[in-house]
């Protein structure tokens, strides 16, 4: 398995092509898992769609465009849909990719859905590519933390996908004292390496 972590999803920037076009081939296929919305904002499959669907989706070109710059067609790329997929169809998308993304956004709240969709042995058995950025590098990790932001008031630890164990990563940093707190209570708590991303 090949996991890659990244900070956001233009996967076709041009300091990350030619490090990630030595994994990423034409023939490849990819499972976008879209389930790291917010609650409060997507409600319905119309607020769904307008996120991920291919006609009116704010983020389905950004998506499906960086995987074109691999040679990767847009047939190849499916999403995994909150409100029409069934747990056998997710699961199956999964079993067929070469390449699994996850998406940024609220990873315990991805975490959630996975669990609820019954995917987690599925992408457990997954040999391929893992990739994602935000929400979706940390949620590869056997536990991540979150510092604190807008959307998670206080510290914590969460489970994640235990793909890699042997590091954390502190996302979106910008030298908060926020996030340096948060740093360097997981140095002293896990003791292990920390690994910032900055845009």
Do not use: C
């Not at 499959?45 to 983020?59: E, T, V």
């Not at 940024?104 to 391929?128: A, C, N, S, V």
């Not at 590869?140 to 914590?156: G, I, R, V």
């Amino acid at each position: 398995m090949i996991n890659i972590l990244l900070e956001g999803y233009n996967i076709d920037a041009p300091w990350l092509y030619n490090e990630l076009k030595k994994y990423m081939q034409p023939n490849h296929s990819v499972a976008v898992v879209a389930f790291s919305f917010r609650d409060n904002r997507v409600k319905s499959l119309s607020d769904w769609n307008a996120l991920y669907d291919k006609k009116i989706g704010k983020f389905y070109n950004g998506i499906v465009g960086g995987f074109a710059a691999y040679g990767i067609p847009e047939e190849n790329i499916v999403f995994i849909n909150y409100f029409t997929d069934t747990k056998e169809s997710a699961a199956q998308k999964i079993k067929n990719a070469d390449v699994v993304y996850f998406l940024g956004g609220l990873p315990d709240k991805m975490m959630d859905r996975i669990k609820e969709f019954d995917l987690y042995d599925t992408l457990m058995q997954h040999k391929g590519i893992v990739m994602g950025y935000s929400a979706g590098a940390v949620i590869q990790l056997a536990e991540y933390h979150l510092s604190p932001d807008n959307d998670y008031p206080e510290f914590n630890y969460y489970d994640g996908i235990p793909y890699l164990r042997d590091f954390y990563v502190e996302v979106h940093y910008e030298g908060t004292a926020a996030q340096n707190e948060a740093i360097q209570r997981v140095l002293s708590e896990r003791g292990k390496t920390v690994y910032a991303t900055v845009a």
